[in-house]
Every structure is written in structure tokens, then in C-alpha cells.
């Protein structure tokens, strides 16, 4: 059964400070990677959607899988105050990836 | 777009009552229908999957007996909490599939007294 665990718990940078965060997969054959900002528990906003190994880039998040790692990141560039939220990862297969798996979440918190 | 509305968006019930929840999607099929839900400090677990013409899937820990889910057509699911205590409180989360992945609605917020 796929495990999703991510990391650091919490974390908190400065305003303007690249912020990092972490998710390892347990399962190999995934390929449908999705990081979600959720702000005061309430829905998710969708950062990021990423399928193969690399980069891929949506504004000022920026997403890095390694499949044979089992690990996927999230960069966030000049985070500001606004940003700060739970981060979550979400993992699951394409096509049909409809048995989403999400991780515990990072704690982001951006201080002016 | 693809957009999943949910309904209501904040809910109220007494210890032992129901509460029903529905997810509408717009702009896509929905032919599979995931519900999740996150308790308090929890991430989000999920509950059940509903595909068209197939049988519900639950997973553990959840029963049809607890949530029973009702998946009528490619645009609209609902979800039933019966007999909703303390522990069943927290955000349930409906995501409708498309061809490639889920779309998530807002949420329905739970609250038991």
C-alpha cells in the first residue's frame, strides 16, 4: 500500500527565502505527482502537477521528481507571508489516478 | 475548466443525527468519484471510491453501513454521515475524476455537537 511521507513537519523562512520541502513515495510505479496549499484547513489549491523526472515550473513553485529516488520537492521562490499554509503532496497513477495518496503536510510559515 | 462544487460548504449535527453532503462536478464526466475525509491535525484519508457501473469501494476503517454513497451519473455524487459523533468530525473532501486525475471541490466542514 502506498506510503507518502513528507518533511520537515514544520518549517519556517524568512520573507523572500527560497523555502524546500520534501515527500518521499513508497510506491515505484507512480507517475502522477500533485502538490496542494491549504490554507486554515479549508480546500485545496493546486500548486503544482508534475509526471516525469526533471522539473516542471508554475510561477514562483517550482517541482523536482526523482522516480528512483522516490522522492518529489517543492521549491517555493520569494515566499511571502500569504504563502504561509500546509503544504501537501498528493501521489497517485495515470490515467485513472483517481486513488489519490496524500502526505501528512508541511507546516509552512513565512515571516516578514 | 474542470470545477467540483461542494455543498454545503460548513455543517452543523448533533451527536447521533445524519448529515448529507453532495459534489457536483461541471465541465468534465465524472466517472469515478473519490471521498476523503481530514480530521482535526489528520491529512486526508479516503473514505471511499465510486465508479460508474461498478461497485463502491471502501476503504478500511470505512463501511457503507457509516457512509453510504450514492453516484447517480457522470456529474453529481452524494455522501451520507450517519449517525455522526465527535470522531467523524473535520473536512470531507469530494474529488471527481476526469480522464487523467481528480479535481477537488472545497470541502464540506463537519461539525458535531
Known amino acids: 500500500q502506498q506510503k507518502v511521507q513528507q518533511s520537515p513537519e514544520s518549517l519556517t523562512v524568512s520573507e523572500g527565502a527560497m523555502a524546500s520541502l520534501n515527500c518521499t513515495f513508497s510506491?515505484?510505479?507512480?507517475?502522477?505527482f500533485r502538490w496542494y496549499r491549504q490554507h486554515s484547513a479549508k480546500g485545496l489549491e493546486v500548486l503544482v502537477s508534475?509526471?516525469?523526472?526533471g522539473e516542471k515550473e508554475e510561477g514562483r513553485f517550482t517541482a523536482h521528481l526523482n522516480r528512483a529516488n522516490l522522492h518529489v520537492s517543492l521549491h517555493i521562490r520569494e515566499p511571502q507571508p500569504s504563502d504561509s499554509a500546509v503544504y501537501l503532496c498528493?501521489?497517485?497513477?495515470?490515467?485513472?489516478?483517481?486513488?489519490?495518496?496524500f502526505g501528512s503536510g508541511t507546516r509552512l510559515l513565512v515571516s516578514p | 475548466g474542470a470545477l467540483v462544487y461542494q455543498y454545503p460548504r460548513r455543517t452543523i449535527c448533533k451527536s447521533g443525527t445524519s448529515m448529507r453532503m453532495e459534489c457536483q462536478a461541471v465541465?468534465?464526466?465524472?466517472?469515478?468519484v473519490a471521498w476523503y475525509r481530514q480530521s482535526p491535525q489528520k491529512t486526508f484519508e479516503l473514505i471511499a471510491l465510486?465508479?460508474?457501473?461498478?461497485?463502491?469501494?471502501?476503504e478500511q476503517n470505512f463501511t457503507q453501513e457509516k457512509f453510504p454513497i450514492s453516484h447517480p451519473n457522470l456529474s453529481f455524487s452524494s455522501m451520507t454521515v450517519l449517525n455522526a459523533y465527535l470522531e467523524d468530525r473535520g473536512l470531507y473532501l469530494c474529488?471527481?475524476?476526469?480522464?487523467?486525475?481528480?479535481?477537488f471541490g472545497s470541502g464540506t466542514r463537519l461539525t458535531v455537537l
Open positions: 474529488g471527481a475524476g476526469g480522464a487523467e486525475t481528480l479535481y
Open positions: 465510486s465508479t460508474v457501473n461498478s461497485a463502491i469501494k471502501y
Open positions: 465541465g468534465f464526466q465524472a466517472t469515478s
Open positions: 508534475i509526471f516525469s523526472d
Open positions: 510506491d515505484g510505479t507512480s507517475n502522477n
Open positions: 498528493a501521489v497517485s497513477m495515470r490515467p485513472g489516478g483517481y486513488k489519490v495518496v
